[in-house]
Structure formats: C-alpha cells, structure tokens
C-alpha cells in the first residue's frame, strides 16, 4: 500500500478539562520516588518524628501514672514538657530539611525541561502555562506539607489522645492552625524558590548554588546591618529569620528573636514569594512563545 494511503488511528481518548495539571504532578513524585537520596531525606524525617511521638507519649503516661520523684523530675525537665513550645521547635528543626529535600526535588525540575527540550512537548499538548507552574509547584508543596503540616497536627492529635480531657482540648485547639500558617511560611519561600532558580539558570548544579547563595547572603545582609547599626529589626532582611519571627508569633513565644510586628517578615516573605513566581511565570511565558 502507498504511503499516501496510510493512516493514523484516530484519537479515542478523552482530552482532560481540568486538573490537567495532576499528569505532571504524578510524574514528578513517580521520579522521586525512585531516588534512594530523596527516600534517605525522608527518612530522616521520620526519625525525628519518632523521637516526638516518644517525647509526647512519655509526657503524657507520666501524667497519668502514679506520682513518684523520678516520674516528677522527668514531667518537670524542659526538654520532655509537652506544650505549645513543642510544636514550634518541631516545626522549625524539620525546616532545614523542608529546604534539603525541596532543593534536592526541585533545583532541576524546570532547567532540566529546557535542556531536554521538553518544554515544547508539553505545550504540544492541551496544558497550560498555568498548568505547568501548577504541575511543578504542587508536587514539592504535597512533600513539605507532608513534612511539616502533616506530622505536626498528627502529634496535636496524639496529644490530645494519651491525655484527653477539656483542660487539654483548650491548651491545644488553636495549634493545629498555628501549625498550617507556619507551615505555609516555610514550604512557600522555599518551593518558589527553589523553582525560581530553576527557571533562570541552565543546569540543576547552578540553581542550587544560587539558592544556597541568596539565602546565605539574606542572612549576613539581615545580621551585618543589625550590628553595626544597632537595630535588631535589620533581621528581618534574613529571609530564616523572617520565618522563625513569624512562628513565635503563631505559637506565643513570649521572647522574641527580633522586636518588630510580625506583619513585617509576613511582608518581607510575601514578597519574595510573589518575586519568585513572577520569574517562573517570565521564564515559562518566554519559553510557551517560543514552542
């Protein structure tokens, strides 16, 4: 038969309306998923986990154990207290690891699209730039969400579980809250960018070593002019000290690493989100027009 003659089988599928977005997202966790350093990273998370779950498990058998003067020197010891304190330090020991995991994820997801020539594949097919930013940004919010979120209303819960009771229920009904916000706080800043730098530089070594070189030069820019000039409210340029500002204020933290309102590192981290997904968006609107 000529090959004039010859025909392609016609499309019986159907295209998808929306969500067109979950495709890459389930693409993105399938790949990582296959990475032995992402499942280690996850790993390590867990290990503090546990020693959480112990640390309230303990607390709260103690409390309704038999008193004696070794159980009470143990309730009394601040390392094993159980409180709202609790909650905060889990979040913010789990941060540097939220920005690990997200920059190991995340430093090639866009940059390696460029070098493969992918970007063209994609919009060949009916997705969206908002599609796309939508199919690289969820997949490294579900990982710090599951990092951070996740674990911590899980060790409110068991909380509140081992030592039930009103006086319990009214300590800790507003963590769970205090416990999203944060972690917005430090899932956000660190996925946008992450995939910023992605989007502008050519290769994954260089997106993490702009990464690593803005946060470092953000925290000697916030302590450098609070120094000299003696204005601890400087810190606030310290995009880690921004976020751990606005945590002790979600968990009435009565010290305060800097005295300004929170409303200020609120600003501060706000905008170098939406500076963040601008450049992703540049990047993607610049590569759609040249597919």
Known sequence: MPVYQRTYRAFDGQVLQGFRWWVMVKQELRVLASSRMFVSLLVIAVIHLS???FQI?????????????????????EMMRVSERTFFDFLRIQSPLVFIVTLYAGS????????????????????TRLDYIAGKIIPLVLIGTLLTAVPGIFLVILHNL?????????????????????SACIVLPCTLGVLASSALFSSQRYAGIAVFAVLFGSSVLGRTLAGPIRNPNFAVLSLPAAVNRIGETLFAEPRKSFPLHWGWPTLFIAMVCLACYWAIAAEIRRAERAS
């Open 51 to 53: 020693f959480r779950v």
């Open 108 to 127: 090639g997801m866009i940059c390696n699209d460029f070098r493969d020539n992918l970007i063209e594949i994609y919009f060949s097919k009916p997705l």
């Open 162 to 182: 081992l030592a039930p009771g009103i006086e319990t229920l009214r300590d800790t009904y507003w963590i769970p809250f205090s416990i999203i916000a944060f």
């Open 57 to 77: 498990t303990l607390y709260d058998m103690m409390s309704t154990a038999q008193q004696s003067p070794i159980l009470l020197t143990l309730r009394n010891m």
